[in-house]
């Protein structure tokens, strides 16, 4: 069965500090990768989406990037972190050859705080 | 723009009785639409997706509707539990990214 590891659960972070946050994906190959932000009162926001290795694309000019080092691996990360940045962080993951119809499977999120 | 919007406000039922969510898509022909729950501090679960060309959708006590006329998709849980509280999410799109709309948050009161 497949399996979307997210971690950390909870981070606190200072203004200016890095960030990376890791997703991988266990039982499945070539997953469509996601990364979305819900922030306090907001929707869930899309990110980044990746098809591939090395394959990103951004949906909201921003403060973060994300890369895709292996096929299963997915990784959100920012050089400077501003307040605004928090939120909970989601990763997600649908199979390829559904195009995303079979629905997207959700990590269990990081809750990053920006002080 | 193409939007999609539910009703973010809190909506109560009794234990038991039917409750009905919906979901209105603007300047959009969506080909399906999914809907998620969500509990506080967990990520999003899906449930059902349904097409265009599907007028209704069951999964045990969960129903989906699609009017492409009324632009709307109605999500509705029967004999309603105290543990169907949580946030629901209509979400349109595909492989390239879902859109979600804010979510009605869903309170079943015993």
């Known amino acids: 069965s497949q399996t979307i590891h997210q971690w950390p659960a909870t981070l606190v972070q200072p203004v200016g500090s890095p960030l990376s946050l890791e997703c991988t994906v266990e039982g499945t190959s070539n997953p469509n990768l996601y990364w979305y932000r819900q922030a306090a009162g907001r929707g869930l926001q899309l990110l980044f989406y990746?098809?591939?290795?090395?394959?990103i694309s951004s949906e909201v000019p921003q403060n973060l990037s994300a890369s895709r080092p292996q096929d299963r691996q997915f990784i959100l990360s920012s050089k400077k972190l501003l307040l605004s940045d928090s939120g909970f962080y989601l990763c997600?993951?649908?199979?390829?050859?559904?195009?995303?119809?079979?629905?997207?499977?959700f990590g269990s999120g990081t809750r990053l705080t920006v002080v | 723009s193409q939007k999609i919007e539910q009703n973010s406000e809190a909506l109560n039922i009794q234990e038991g009785k039917t409750a009905t969510l919906t979901c209105n898509y603007t300047?959009?022909?969506?080909?399906?639409l999914q809907w998620y729950r969500q509990d506080p501090g967990r990520g999003p679960v899906f449930l059902l997706l349904?097409?265009?060309?599907?007028k209704e959708k069951r999964k045990e006590r969960l129903k989906v509707t699609f009017d492409t006329t009324l632009k709307q998709s109605l999500f509705h849980i029967t004999a309603s539990q105290p543990a169907d509280s949580a946030t629901y999410l209509c979400a349109r799109g595909g492989a390239d990214g879902l859109t979600f709309g804010k979510g009605t948050h869903l309170i079943i009161q015993p």
């Open positions: 300047n959009y022909s969506p080909a399906y």
């Open positions: 349904i097409r265009e060309n599907e």
């Open positions: 997600a993951w649908s199979a390829w050859y559904t195009g995303g119809e079979d629905g997207y499977t």
């Open positions: 990746s098809v591939g290795i090395g394959q």
